[in-house]
């Protein structure tokens, strides 16, 4: 028998359940506990109807909320760019080359290194309330080097992409319909052992959409669910493809007309928003407003890389998403939490409920609202991963 711990005294709790407390999509229990029995969650409720447990831990009146699900981070890398990032802020050109930068990096430093840099930045996150972390390959380019990537993602998260496809390799850069072959034939089968997704930036200077089409389509055969860089830097048709495919995702969803909105809120494709892009290159931001009005689920990541988002700090997205997005404070937590599981296509992440995991984020503030009430604020003052104290 597992033993079971009582968290008490809960100022407000955030569930995720429509079906308790307030109704809302929230599920808020004011005055509230929760018992967690192992990995899980076993019951929430009132705090005056809560059951005996072996063990207690006492809220003293914060909110506790579900842990963030960050559905889009590049975190198997070497090196940095900084230089890249102070010439764009100060108006001067840079021409390092981007990209091309960090796979140089990658490709020199070893397997050591690169692990213990995914697992700083794992760690960084779960400092700040995120408990589960989807992270992709993309930095190494050749059949080794993102074999490599997605086994050493694979000994940290379950949420693991192949995305052979992040630009044409330097060294493909004459041919790059003879990479598309590489990443849809040798690369794939290379990777598809370690990875659950796969994943494609289809953009002008990436892979255009029949490129796209063949990547994701080939991944698919071998068993990996799409999902898909879209419409980040032009119009074009990533959304289309995404929603086409059944993709889990279509991330980024920056320039959208009409059509792709539309798209999106008949399909089941979430629309996953990654402010850190946009405050990091100062482009346009993504419309949510517009999105959650047509009935589009819309998920909020940090796409955490060490180019246009470097940033593990889900609370700064969200606080990005009510300042300049157009959500409002409830819409961001849950596209931070439920939305990212909905883009992991995960029930047991992402909500405070009986059978899920026992995720959760204890704040220092008696209400989620202050994720975007006071920016910048390390409010995060306690987490549990499956049930454990981090």
């Not at 100060?90 to 213990?116: C, F, K, N």
Request: proline share 5%; with cysteine.
């Amino acid at each position: 028998m597992s033993t079971t711990t009582l968290i008490t005294r809960i100022g407000s709790l955030v569930t995720n359940d429509p079906g308790v407390g307030d109704g809302s999509p929230l599920g808020l229990i004011q005055d509230a506990a929760v018992v967690v029995e192992g990995d899980r969650v076993a019951w929430v409720g009132p705090a005056d109807r809560a059951p005996d447990a072996d063990l207690m831990h006492d809220a003293e009146g914060r909110a506790l909320i579900p842990g963030f699900v960050d559905s889009h981070s590049h975190l198997v890398f070497a090196g940095d760019r900084t230089a890249e990032f102070n010439a764009r802020m100060s108006g001067h050109p840079y021409q390092a080359g981007g990209i091309r930068t960090t796979v140089a990096a990658t490709r020199a430093a070893g397997d050591e290194e690169l692990e213990a840099n995914l697992v700083r930045y794992v760690r960084e996150a779960l400092r700040q309330g995120t408990t589960t972390v989807e992270t992709k390959s993309g930095y190494g380019l050749t059949v080794d080097d993102e074999a490599r990537a997605l086994r050493i993602a694979a000994r940290h998260t379950d949420e693991v992409t192949f995305l052979g496809a992040h630009i044409v390799s330097p060294d493909f850069a004459d041919d790059p319909a003879a990479y598309v072959d590489l990443v849809t034939g040798p690369m794939l089968d290379a990777c598809a052992p370690y990875a659950r997704w796969v994943d494609v930036f289809c953009e002008k200077g990436a892979f255009d959409g029949d490129q796209a089409r063949a990547v994701l389509t080939a991944g698919m055969a071998k068993g990996l669910v799409p999902r898909v860089h879209a419409n980040q830097l032009s119009y074009g048709p990533g959304v289309q493809l995404a929603v086409e495919l059944g993709a889990a995702s279509a991330d980024h969803c920056t320039l959208l007309t009409d059509e792709d909105v539309a798209a999106l809120a008949a399909g089941t494709t979430v629309a996953t928003l990654l402010p850190g892009a946009e405050f990091s290159t100062r482009a346009q931001w993504p419309d949510a407003r517009r999105l959650l009005d047509a009935g589009v689920t819309v998920a909020l990541s940090t796409d955490c890389n060490p180019g246009s988002s470097f940033t593990s700090s889900m609370p700064f997205c969200i606080a990005l998403a009510v300042r300049d997005m157009g959500m409002t404070p409830d819409e961001a937590l849950w596209s931070a939490t439920a939305g990212g599981a909905r883009a992991l296509r995960r029930d047991d992440v992402g909500r405070i409920v009986p059978g899920a995991y026992a995720d959760l984020a204890l704040l220092d503030a008696p209400s989620h609202v202050h994720l975007s009430y006071r920016p910048g604020v390390p409010l995060v003052s306690e987490v549990w991963r499956h049930g454990v104290r981090a």
